[in-house]
C-alpha cells in the first residue's frame, strides 16, 4: 500500500485544540487520527468491526463517549455553579472565580480532570448559548447600580 501525504489548513486555535484531543484520545500523531478517521469514514459499521479489531472499536466507542460526558457534565456543572459570575463578569472572571471548582467538581461526578482548555471553552460556549440572557442580566445589573428603572430612559 502506498501512502500519500493530505494537508490541511486550520486557524491555529483550532489545531491546538485538536492536538489535546488527539492525546487525550491517546493517539501517538494526528497521522494516526486521521487514519482511524479515515477508516471510519469510509466504511460502514458492519464493515467497520470487520476492519477494526474489536478492542479498537471498543476504544474507539469508550473515547467518543468520555468526551460527550465531559462536555456534558461540565455544562451542568456551569449552570449550577459559574452561571452568575460568567452572566455578569464574563468568561475571565468566571474562569478565575470558578474554574477549579469546576474542575474538582467535574472529577468528583466522572473522574475526568479536564484541562484548563477544555474548561475555558466550555466557558465559552456556555456564554455563547446564553448570550442574549446574560445580556439583559448584565443590563439590569449595571443599571441598578446607577439607579435606573428598567425602560426608563435618562437621555430625554
Aim: aromatic content about 8%.
Amino acid at each position: 500500500m502506498t501512502t500519500r501525504i493530505a494537508y490541511f489548513r486550520l486557524p491555529a486555535d483550532l489545531l491546538d485544540r485538536l492536538d489535546l484531543a488527539i492525546r487525550r484520545m491517546g493517539y501517538p500523531s494526528r497521522s494516526d487520527y486521521f487514519t482511524a478517521c479515515a477508516l471510519v469514514t469510509l466504511h460502514q459499521p458492519g464493515e467497520t468491526a470487520e476492519q477494526l479489531d474489536p478492542q479498537t472499536t471498543c476504544w474507539i466507542t469508550a473515547t467518543v463517549a468520555t468526551a460527550e460526558t465531559l462536555s456534558r457534565e461540565l455544562f451542568a456543572l456551569i449552570k449550577t455553579i459559574s452561571h452568575s459570575v460568567l452572566a455578569v463578569k464574563g468568561v475571565t472572571a468566571a474562569w478565575r472565580h470558578t474554574g477549579d471548582i469546576l474542575r474538582r467538581e467535574l472529577y468528583q461526578r466522572t473522574g475526568i480532570w479536564a484541562t484548563d482548555q477544555e474548561i475555558c471553552r466550555e466557558l465559552k460556549a456556555y456564554e455563547i448559548v446564553h448570550h442574549t440572557e446574560f445580556l439583559y442580566q448584565r443590563s439590569s445589573v449595571l443599571a441598578e447600580q446607577h439607579g435606573i428603572a428598567p425602560g426608563r430612559r435618562t437621555d430625554t
